[in-house]
């Protein structure tokens, strides 16, 4: 079993920046990919980027793609997600995630957090 509790959520304005975090818990981090996904309202939850487990390779949805990045630190067990040059589109829940493999298929996750909501002014 897996805990994983986000933080770094807030309201930004349009172009501004915010760095999300995910603590982890539980089951060794390290053995673990990561991956962060966003769900707005109306709309299905959608990934936005991944990073494997300990060398570090990383993948980005198009739509963040040179505005986000994904990292992790093994030895404190947390994932990040920074975000810059936020758009009022960015605004959502975001989640992070564990699995085997990061991938943006959600259903590969195995453990979720809770969510934290990331608001962007226009």
């Known amino acids: 079993q897996v805990q994983l509790v986000e933080s770094g959520g807030g309201l930004v304005q349009d172009g501004g920046s915010l760095r999300l975090s995910c603590a982890a818990s539980g089951r060794t981090f390290s053995s673990f990919a990561g991956g962060w996904f966003r769900q707005a309202p109306g709309k299905e939850r959608e990934f936005v980027a991944a990073i494997s487990r300990s060398v570090g390779s990383t993948v980005y949805a198009d739509s963040v793609k040179g505005r986000f990045t994904i990292s992790r630190d093994n030895a404190k067990t947390t994932l990040y997600l920074q975000m810059n040059s936020l758009k009022p589109e960015d605004t959502a829940v975001y989640y992070c995630?564990?699995?085997?493999?990061?991938?943006?298929?959600?259903?590969?996750?195995?453990?979720w957090g809770q969510g934290t909501q990331v608001t962007v002014s226009s």
């Open positions: 995630a564990v699995g085997t493999f990061p991938v943006p298929d959600a259903a590969k996750y195995n453990y």
